[in-house]
């Protein structure tokens, strides 16, 4: 049984930070895209970042751009997610999500987490 477990979610204040965690079992995502989405109340999920197989290419929503981090280790089969300077409307919840794929601008994805919240305060 495939799992993706988040954690690190939280309450930060406008300006923090928080790291959060995914770890994966039931097989191993080393050779697959990994990343993160992120759903607001009344909101769609959207994709915030992704990590390809070997770490090197990365790619960042652009609301979160310079912000975020996004980094695998695949010894531990994980993927992090360092988010800087939060703000406001990062507030949302974050799901963990591989492989994921993308064609004519969609993305596709095999597994979800179950999410973990984060709430930035003003």
């Known amino acids: 049984q495939v799992q993706l477990v988040e954690s690190g979610g939280g309450l930060v204040q406008v300006g923090g930070s928080l790291r959060l965690s995914c770890a994966a079992s039931g097989r191993t995502f080393s050779s697959s895209v990994m990343g993160w989405f992120r759903q607001a109340p009344g909101k769609e999920r959207e994709f915030v970042a992704s990590?390809?197989?070997?770490?090197?290419?990365?790619r960042y929503a652009d609301s979160v751009q310079g912000r975020f981090t996004i980094s695998k280790d695949n010894s531990k089969n994980t993927v992090y997610l360092q988010m800087n300077s939060l703000k406001p409307e990062d507030t949302a919840v974050y799901y963990c999500a591989g492989p994921i794929g993308r064609t004519s601008g969609s993305y596709y994805v095999d597994y979800w987490g179950q999410g973990t919240q984060v709430t930035v305060s003003s």
């Open positions: 990590i390809s197989w070997s770490g090197y290419t990365t």
